[in-house]
């Protein structure tokens, strides 16, 4: 494998439970996936999938208790970050991978001025003095497209906006020169005229710095614009991963096909056609059953999806898909028969 061919970030069987009084939750159960520099991959799913969850177990910022991850590697760069000790994990974490949450001003300190906040992380990262931290803060605010950096920076975050808040957040982000960047749901709570030049704002930076990107989101017309590779979740599980092109001409999974045809068309001839709605609500995956967890909601379901879980099935090079309906009819065949011998 050549050295631009070689993945930033490799993530294998990743696995993450929380402990409730009603039963183990797994909200994560054998994520994999793999991003390249420069990449945007992007990992979408109703809410409750464990998209974020994902992503907080990639940072080993999964609260615990209840929560703990069981197991599964992330490697960055060949290291795996779930054996790094806390000091070799500080020097990972908001250095080396950078996250922007979904609320900026539950992310910002509300008490301490962005200058603060900004020269904090970039001193603590990138052993520089004080007066050279502010001044790569200052550039960095510039970069984002912030009015008077030099000005604004000294100000408190209630006294931006939503957008720029947000923009804070990706300059603090990028101000260590992040080599993978985790947006969970950047454009959250934001009018749809700045969500666009956030989004506009990430793919610029994802160019310039050939930044690799996970996008979480639950918008598939942004996914569209702006990923290379998508992985679709589903109670906890990536059921269906592809480039994005292939998976928008040729969606395998029921699920996925729900998805994409649930947005709305433009080109689209019956206007008055009603849009496509996926039944019933996703699981409750507290002791899920070992079946394929969307057979409830699936009009496609055969026999067998009631009570083993699909393998995943490789359709193309690049195309992977978790059902039933891309399995042979011996390995359906040899399921139903493990079923009957154990009941």
């Not at 790094?84 to 900026?104: A, T, V, Y």
């Not at 096909?257 to 709305?264: C, E, K, N, R």
Request: some cysteine; proline content about 6%.
């Amino acid at each position: 494998m050549s050295e631009q061919n070689k993945p930033v970030l490799e993530v294998k069987g990743l696995q993450t439970y929380f402990k409730t009084d009603a039963g183990i939750v797994k909200a994560v159960d054998g994520v994999s996936f793999t991003v390249h520099e420069g990449e945007t991959i992007g990992l979408v799913g109703e809410s409750g999938c464990g998209k974020s969850v994902t992503n907080l177990s990639i940072m080993r910022l999964v609260p615990s208790p209840p929560g703990k991850i069981v197991g599964g590697e992330v490697l960055y760069e060949g290291r795996d970050i779930m054996k790094m000790s806390e000091k070799e994990l500080r020097s990972i974490r908001g250095n080396n991978i950078s996250m922007i949450f979904q609320d900026p001003m539950t992310s910002l300190n509300p008490f301490l001025k962005i200058s603060t906040q900004m020269i904090e992380t970039i001193c603590l990262h990138q052993n520089l003095s004080k007066k050279e931290a502010r001044e790569k803060a200052i550039k960095m605010l510039a970069e984002v497209g912030i009015p008077s950096p030099e000005k604004r920076i000294d100000c408190y975050p209630h006294q931006f906006s939503g957008g720029m808040r947000q923009r804070v957040m990706i300059a603090m982000a990028l101000s260590c020169n992040a080599k993978v960047l985790i947006a969970d749901e950047p454009t959250t709570a934001l009018d749809v005229t700045i969500q666009a030049q956030i989004l506009e704002l990430i793919q610029k930076i994802n160019k310039k710095f050939k930044t690799a990107v996970i996008l979480i989101t639950h918008d598939l017309g942004v996914v569209a614009g702006m990923c290379d590779n998508v992985c679709v979740m589903y109670a906890g599980r990536i059921v269906e991963q592809a480039p994005t092109e292939e998976l928008y001409a040729a969606p395998s999974h029921p699920y996925t096909q729900g998805l994409i045809a649930s947005v709305p068309r433009m080109d689209e001839s019956d206007k008055a056609k009603r849009l496509f709605s996926i039944e019933g609500q996703p699981p409750n995956v507290i002791d899920l059953p070992p079946c394929c967890p969307f057979h409830p909601r699936c009009h496609k379901k055969i026999g067998i999806c009631e009570h083993m879980y699909p393998p995943v099935k490789q359709l193309s090079e690049t195309h992977t898909c978790a059902c039933w309906l891309h399995a042979s009819e011996e390995e359906i065949k040899k399921a139903e028969e493990e079923v009957k011998k154990n009941g």
